[in-house]
């Protein structure tokens, strides 16, 4: 509601516009052609009217309509997004007083959307271009990246050390650092192949889907709970995870990958995995309890449109919500034609995984566990009905009024949008037995009483529990209609569109077949399929640079999710292209494209700079060296737990809940139960529970994403609170007196060689002269420091398990050394 | 292409752009001592739009919801109605939070007094803050979107019903950087439970991390690991960095370029200093009797809120820009029922800290650049719920502001005869924000931010500035 506040008189002398002097074609028609036509034309005829047709202009011209609403007396105000000028709406104002004469044969030309030619030929939607071999070269990724550097007179780095390389390919592919018998052992060959060896080995290590499994993750915004107040468990989604870990150890070829994801249920109905797969489309943020279900269906689609479209895709798709994109070639109707493929989605938090003889055998117990148990629940039904009447009485008035027809249409009348609306607020009018046994008094109480018993009983012994997992699928075989939507809100439709790709690369209709003897529509198999074709001129592209990202910190298209004209553009274009021919030549294989990048000498390059090339090159987008980088939250805890002796390899499972540092506010909804088993505890940090309300206070500090939208690239940043993690947290000092007394234990070494062991066990190397000397000179003074405190009776951490017969002020000042050990810069960078 | 987008920040040098400076929570003195890092340092002072009117705000949040028509919007037309059914002259809500549009009206029971010079209206209920009306400018023509609390709060914290925008304090964060040296630049307090909606109400959405609200607990230690566990004395701890200094010193000897380990370094030692600092800041001890008693620290009903008053007042000393209090956190506020006990009890708690504030504000001279905005998420409704409660009401309720520029005793705006709509001047929750990102020397339609692709700004698509606030 923005009404003027400054007189008419005064804007129109303001505007230069004498009164009554205001000419359609002139002043009027302009501000309606570029402010309005977009969403008001015969092409998408937003809220049914359509600006180029006189009609409808003289329609709302006169009744008033037009300038309440773009003064806001109407809201929502127009145009969306944007308020008119003074001058502008003093000019339509005029126009509409002196009668709204349109001077014109035609009202305003619509404006049909043009592709331009540069968009047309942008590199993005050209075929990939596999460059020519180039030859006499040893490796065509660094003939490639060479090109570049040469061009600028750039050399790249010497090859690193061994030691720096064993560490950095270690953090790099399993997220944790190598052991002293892997540092050994690589030390120790001195064949040409020692390198080529110690990255097949990690490959084949399970740790390598879990590091690898955690970069998805942040992309398909895994979580196990809903998000918004109520944040609630989603207990099964867990083995979404699991199926992302397995699947990129078993070097699941991506295009498989992608299929299984986005339609697993329609490519591959028999296959397990592929039905937990889908799950990818099941990690949208839900307001369980938002009594608009029309709103709450659309946020859902539209995160999964943005979703699909940065993660595949690479397009940021947002723009185009509520108009064309004001710089890539994507229409406003092209959002909608990708959302169309979800349209009819709906959760399925109960998709049993079992088949053959052991679903026949589950289907059977449960129909045994049905007729057992059937009269008892009737009852309770009827017993309750009266106060689950009240209750739905009670409620059903919040609901909007969309979803109070779909509840009460008859099930076997909804269209399928009111089936999607009912199914989705169902729920929140729908109450255990429990809710109500409060209610029931006297003999009915006693009833309800038994009843309960005796189904617990019956439920414990007859009631199969089979593993579950929770993922979409289609709400049967047809679609409610898709429209464009004004602004992106479920209430403003314009013209219905069907499912269909980008425009510009394919303007028809996408070609759906409902897949046979199934019960769904088979639109997200047509995407798929569309997806994963080879010719497909994004989908690996998008991936080998997120790849190419997890191995040198940035790819070679810096903004992951967005290689529109927006976003950065790549680097080593040939590159790009010959690292997709060669991934899709190669099966889609991931591990072959880890391979193929960590055996570049631009990946075993050091790091160290020259002021030459930082001159020329000082962002290194061209790689003349290897690019040192932070580790993540996850990989600096999870090396703490390894060199402590303390992690726990056991994987999989439902999420676990490490202690959370003093003070944290986990009640209520953001409740937290930590592990009892510290062992449990102590596992890898993939299998953290990932509470929307409450980040992993940890990982936060060290930038986490919070997994409300698809996370393409973590920030870095160097803020005091990851000190004060690192000093104060209880967990971090815990692990520092674990690897003291992993080292003090070692029998047999002197204080100089126990010095050394902390450093091979946290470093991969023994220390340097000068750091021998800084820690003997720290162990002295703070020796001293402690026995004074002991002398006082103050209180001091010990190692863990420190032998008997030390001195304890010794053993405190050797966890404070390994305290700063895993503290240190070396500790937490690939380097 | 990207100049044409203000605020964009380049993806590629985004590592570079946090770490170069070596910032976070305490960019600025990092930054003095790498100049060359100054302009890449995102917490690092940024100039305003236009020169400024406020240097902080407090935003006092009575979550739940406070019945505007109980305490600063009276309406004699009620009491007459009182017991009748919304006149079809008015009309009722189409919706309503509980389908309690067929409800009767519901007369307020307080009393009623006129204040200060200017004569400004406010009830019983909270008469130590209307001892200040002579400051406040009181908007009865509030409105907002949401019907529930979960997104009317997300949307008075972010502009959005639905949470994953930025909060208005990590804009300001963003847009300004932050002003002190070793606190968060952007700090809320809870007196009950979390608000509902938890951390989104302070998060920084789609913009870094860096920019979202620190949440201070109640207690000596108000950051998370703010201090060292029992066993490690303050000598023994220094020592320790001392080591790591020398061997992260030692690693980067031959990587002298890398200015991020070398804010690395620096980044333990600021962290060493928040340890005191921070502690410091909410340490009341160091306060006078005559000041706690001010805020009704001596009154268990209302010492909790006049604690968090009066460490916001600590704060706003040290340079910390936007505060976020919540009274009555966890809806405390949603009087469905039993208006009289639950608006008496959060009344009471609130009431004389937020008079105390204002009084020692003005007093120390603080006034004028602290912006103090009241408010909740919505109002409550003129008709009843339950016989003696009210509904959700966000077609029409009261906020006001005080010091920071905002001119004194004066309304802006009303709602109609009986309090349920804005009529004259509505101002929305976006105007809302433009206002409060204005009197900060922001222009909410220059402050953006590219995500996504879009080119996002703290009032979404709307929002415009409110000036008879100030002018």
């Known amino acids: 509601m923005h009404w003027p ?114 968009q047309r030929k942008y590199w993005f939607f050209q075929p990939v271009a596999k460059p020519a071999r180039v030859a006499g070269a040893d490796n065509q990724i660094d003939a490639l990246i060479d090109a570049k550097l040469s061009a600028k007179h750039l050399h790249p780095n010497p090859p690193a050390d061994k030691i720096t390389l064993l560490r950095r390919a270690t953090l790099d592919l399993t997220g944790l650092p190598p052991t002293a018998e892997e540092t050994q052992a690589f030390l120790a060959d001195d064949s040409p192949k020692a390198f080529e060896k110690v990255v ?183 017993l309750v009905e009266p106060y689950a009447k009240q209750e739905r009485d009670y409620y059903m008035p919040r609901f909007s009024t969309g979803t109070q027809q779909a509840i009460n249409t008859p099930p076997d009348q909804r269209t399928p949008y009111q089936q999607l609306l009912a199914f989705q607020g169902m729920p929140q009018i729908t109450h255990s037995w429990d809710t109500f046994s409060k209610k029931l008094k006297g003999d009915q109480k006693a009833r309800f009483d038994e009843l309960t018993a005796q189904l617990k009983s019956l439920d414990e012994t007859y009631k199969p529990k089979p593993p579950v997992a929770q993922t979409v699928i289609d709400n049967g075989n047809t679609a409610p209609p898709t429209f464009i939507l004004g602004g992106g809100e479920w209430t403003a439709r314009g013209a219905e569109v069907q499912p269909g790709f980008l425009s510009i690369l394919d303007p028809g209709d996408a070609r759906i077949t409902a897949p046979q003897g199934l019960n769904t529509t088979g639109r997200r198999l047509a995407l798929a399929n569309w997806l994963t074709n080879p010719n497909n001129p994004l989908t690996a592209r998008v ?29 080593n274009r040939p590159l790009l292209d010959y690292l997709a021919a060669t991934f899709v030549d190669n099966g889609w294989s991931v591990k072959k494209l880890h391979r193929a990048i960590m055996l570049s000498a631009a990946y075993r390059q050091s790091s160290t700079a020259n002021e030459a090339a930082i001159a020329a090159d000082p962002d290194n987008k061209l790689l003349w060296r290897y690019p040192r980088r932070r580790a993540e939250g996850e990989v600096v805890r ?93 967990q971090v000092i815990e692990w520092s007196q674990a690897l003291a007394g992993r080292v003090l234990n070692d029998a047999g070494l002197d204080p100089a060689q126990r010095i050394e062991r902390a450093y091979r066990l946290a470093l991969a190397r023994p220390p340097s002269a000068a750091e021998k000397t800084s820690v003997s000179d720290f162990l002295k003074s703070q020796t001293t420091l402690v026995a004074g405190r002991l002398a006082a009776d103050e209180k001091v951490l010990l190692p863990e398990n420190m032998p008997t017969n030390m001195d304890q002020a010794q053993g405190a000042a050797f966890v404070d050394f390994c305290h700063a050990l895993i503290s240190s810069n070396e500790f937490m960078y690939i380097n | 292409m990207l100049d044409r987008l203000r605020h964009h920040w380049n993806v590629s040098s985004r590592r570079e752009f946090f770490t170069r400076a070596g910032s976070g929570l305490a960019g600025i003195a990092l930054t003095s001592m790498l100049a060359e890092a100054a302009k890449s340092d995102p917490l690092a002072p940024k100039a305003p739009h236009h020169p400024p009117l406020a240097k902080s705000v407090i935003f ?57 010079e200017s004569g400004m209206w406010v009830s019983d209920w909270y008469q130590n803050t209307a001892a200040h009306v002579d400051d406040m400018t009181i908007i009865r023509s509030c ?157 268990p009903s209302c010492s909790v809120f006049g604690a968090n008053c009066l460490m916001a007042r600590r704060l706003v000393e040290r340079g910390v820009r936007f505060i976020e209090l919540y009274s009555g956190s ?92 804005a009529a004259d001047r509505p101002v929305h929750v976006h105007d809302i924000h433009a206002s409060i990102l204005w009197m900060l020397g922001l222009d909410h339609m220059q402050t953006t931010y590219l995500h996504n692709g879009r080119s996002e700004r703290p009032t979404v698509l709307a929002g415009e500035i409110v000036k008879e606030i100030w002018a």
């Open chain 1, 5 to 118: 506040t400054v007189g008419l008189a005064g804007l129109l002398c303001a505007a230069g516009v004498a009164s009554g002097e205001v000419s359609f074609s002139r002043d009027v028609a302009p501000v309606l052609a570029s402010k309005c036509s977009q969403c008001h034309s015969s092409a998408s005829k937003m809220g049914g009217l359509d600006l180029t047709a006189e009609a409808d202009l003289r329609r709302v011209a006169g009744n008033g309509t037009l300038y309440r609403r773009v003064t806001g007396q109407t809201q929502p105000q127009m145009p969306m997004g944007g308020r008119l000028t003074d001058q502008q709406i003093a000019l339509i104002k005029n126009w509409v007083d002196s009668g709204a004469k349109i001077d014109t044969a035609t009202t305003i030309a619509s404006s049909a959307p043009q592709f331009t030619e540069a």
């Open chain 1, 200 to 382: 097949d080995r990690l490959l084949a290590s399970p740790h390598y889907g879990e590091r690898w499994g955690r970069e998805w993750l942040d992309l398909a915004r895994y979580a196990d709970t809903n998000g918004f107040k109520a944040d609630e468990t989603r207990p099964n989604i867990w083995r979404y995870r699991d199926y992302v870990i397995q699947s990129f150890n078993q070097d699941k070829p991506y295009d498989r990958f992608v299929k299984e994801q986005i339609a697993g249920d329609e490519a591959y109905p028999g296959n397990l995995d592929a039905r937990v797969a889908t799950g990818f489309l099941r990690h949208y943020t839900d307001e369980t309890n938002q009594p608009v279900m029309e709103l709450r269906r659309q946020e859902i689609l539209t995160d999964l449109t943005d979703t699909v479209g940065g993660v595949f895709m690479g397009m940021t798709m947002a723009c185009a919500r509520c108009h064309d994109h004001k710089f890539d070639p994507i229409l406003q109707k092209d959002y909608y034609r990708l959302q169309a493929f979800f349209a009819n989605i709906r959760a399925d938090d109960n998709e049993v995984l079992l088949k053959g003889a052991d679903l026949e055998a589950y289907q059977s117990k449960l129909a045994d566990w049905d007729k057992r148990t059937k009269a008892i629940r009737d009852e309770l039904d009827a």
């Open chain 1, 543 to 571: 991936m080998v640079n997120r790849i190419w990202q997890g191995h040198f910190g940035t790819g070679i298209v810096a903004s992951s999710s967005d290689f529109g004209t927006v976003g950065e553009q790549p680097t």
């Open chain 1, 638 to 730: 999870d090396s703490m737990l390894m060199v402590s002796g303390k992690l726990n390899m056991k994987m999989g499972g439902p999420g676990i809940r490490p202690e959370l540092p003093a003070g944290v506010n986990a009640v209520g909804y953001a409740s937290w139960p930590v592990e009892k088993d510290s062992a449990e505890a102590d596992r890898r940090s993939v299998y953290v529970f990932v509470k929307r309300v409450l980040t992993y206070p940890m990982f936060e500090a060290f930038d986490a994403p919070n997994a409300g939208e698809s996370c393409p690239r973590r920030f870095s940043t160097v803020v005091p609170s990851q000190a004060l993690t690192m000093m104060n947290d209880k």
């Open chain 2, 60 to 116: 006092l949040f009575m979550e739940g919801g406070p019945s505007h028509v109980d305490l600063f919007d009276p309406k004699p037309a009620l009491s007459k109605l009182d017991g009748k059914p919304i006149p079809d002259s008015i009309g009722k809500p189409k919706q309503t939070s509980r389908g309690t549009a067929n409800n009767t009206l519901m007369a307020s029971k307080r009393t009623w007094k006129q204040y200060g």
């Open chain 2, 143 to 299: 409105w907002a979107d949401g019907l529930n609390h979960v997104g009317s709060v997300c949307q008075m914290n972010t502009g959005s019903i639905l949470a994953g925008r930025p909060s208005m304090g990590a804009w300001v964060t963003y847009g300004l950087g932050t002003a002190n040296q070793n606190l968060p630049s952007f700090v809320v307090m809870t007196d009950d439970r979390d608000p509902l909606g938890g951390t989104n109400n302070w998060s920084a959405g789609f913009l870094p991390a860096v920019y979202q609200g620190t949440q201070f607990r109640r207690g000596d230690s108000p950051i998370l690991d703010l201090k060292p566990p029992a066993g490690i004395s303050d000598a023994q701890q220094k020592n320790e960095l001392g080591l790591l200094r020398s061997l992260n010193e030692l690693w980067a000897r031959d990587k002298q370029e890398d200015s991020e380990l070398d804010a690395r370094i620096r980044s333990y030692e600021l962290a060493y200093q928040m340890q005191s600092s921070a502690a410091d800041a909410v340490d009341l001890t160091r306060e006078s009797a005559a000041t706690k008693t001010l805020y009704g620290l001596d009154d």
């Open chain 2, 330 to 421: 966890g809806s405390g506020w949603d009087a469905h029922e039993h208006i009289e006990q639950n608006h008496g009890k959060w009344c009471k708690a609130s009431d004389k800290p937020i008079a105390g504030l204002l009084t020692d504000l003005k007093q120390r001279g603080l006034l004028k650049d602290t912006l103090v905005v009241w408010g909740g998420e919505f109002g409550r409704t003129p008709f009843n719920e339950l016989s003696d409660g009210r509904d959700h009401n966000p077609w029409g309720f009261t906020m006001w502001m005080a010091g920071g520029g905002a001119k004194g005793g004066q309304y802006v705006g009303s709602t109609d005869e009986i309090g349920m709509r």
